[in-house]
């Protein structure tokens, strides 16, 4: 197997509930994207949450699960060392931290794009001005290299946003995986 469309058909021909895939728990973002995958590609994925994404890692080089979804910080030295192979990354282009790596998108799953993200929040009821100054106080350390470098460390990238544009984000993402999330049945616990 060496790309999605590989996996897929091997998919394809396993016996039910044999094709596995790993995420860091129900419910997370990694955990939709495979059964978005799945359901764009047309097969069947039986989902194992893990409590995090390494021992899903551990399990996935031990041959005991299929595949992982998982944050390409989690897979970047598996795959450098070739215990491993990424068979695709999910932004609407490809990764900077592993660029070798085509996206969904790329091998013909147009929609299967998800890029994960991370948000600060307070207190429900927090002032306007307190509001600010946290926001502020991210834009700040958002430009600061040295967190850049750290989150780059992590194949991560660091970029702040307006609360207003967090809260069009917010409803957005909603708007988007809600459908996926109940086509797929998907509950906390599944």
Sequence with gaps: VKSAADFVAWAR???SGQATFGSPGAGTPPHLLGALFASR???ALQHV???GGPPAVVDLIGGRISAVFLPEGLLRQQHAARSVRV???SGTERSRFLPDVPTFVEQG???VVLREWFAFFLPGGASDATIERAAASVRQAAADPELAGALAGLAMA???SSPAQ???RIAAE???WTPIIRAAGITIDS
């Design 13 to 15: 021909t396993t016996a």
């Design 41 to 43: 590609a047309g097969i």
């Design 49 to 51: 949450p893990y409590q």
């Design 87 to 89: 068979l695709a990354t």
């Design 109 to 111: 799953f147009a929609d």
């Design 158 to 160: 660091a970029a702040a």
């Design 166 to 168: 967090m809260a069009d």
């Design 174 to 176: 909603r708007q988007h």
